[in-house]
């Protein structure tokens, strides 16, 4: 399985990116999907989730400015990023907990890309 993420820029405090992850490989299902970022000296966190029940989950900080969607033909997730402030800088990586074939056999398995560098900055 490979995931290929696109998107990421610098963009102006209050504009908009979209980000795009795409996964390919043999995959069987999707279990769940994320964004997460990591800003430079912080640790890894979770940006928004779709979970196995298909609701989606934002932290605090980005809820009613980024939205994820998701294109299940397609094994690809998305996240619209609007209103963007300073403190979203950061890599931000998508990650796919997929079940895996390998002939008869199904695994769940967990894949990340490869990140991609969100700067806001004037």
């Known amino acids: 399985v490979q995931l290929v993420e696109s998107g990421g820029g610098l963009v102006q405090p209050g504009g908009s990116l979209r980000l795009s992850c795409a996964a390919s490989?043999?995959?069987?299902?999707?279990?769940?999907l994320g964004w997460y970022r990591q800003a430079p000296g912080k640790e890894r966190e979770l940006v928004a989730g779709i979970d196995s029940d298909g609701r989606t989950n934002y932290v605090d900080s980005v809820k009613g400015r980024f939205t994820m969607s998701r294109d299940n033909a397609n094994n690809m997730m998305y996240l619209q990023m609007n209103s963007l402030k300073h403190e979203d800088t950061a890599v931000y990586y998508c990650?796919?907990?997929?079940?895996?074939?390998?002939?008869?056999?199904?695994?769940?398995?967990?894949?990340w890309g490869q990140g991609t560098q969100v700067t806001v900055s004037s």
């Open positions: 990650n796919f907990d997929l079940l895996v074939y390998y002939g008869e056999v199904r695994q769940a398995e967990s894949y």
């Open positions: 490989g043999s995959i069987f299902d999707i279990i769940a």
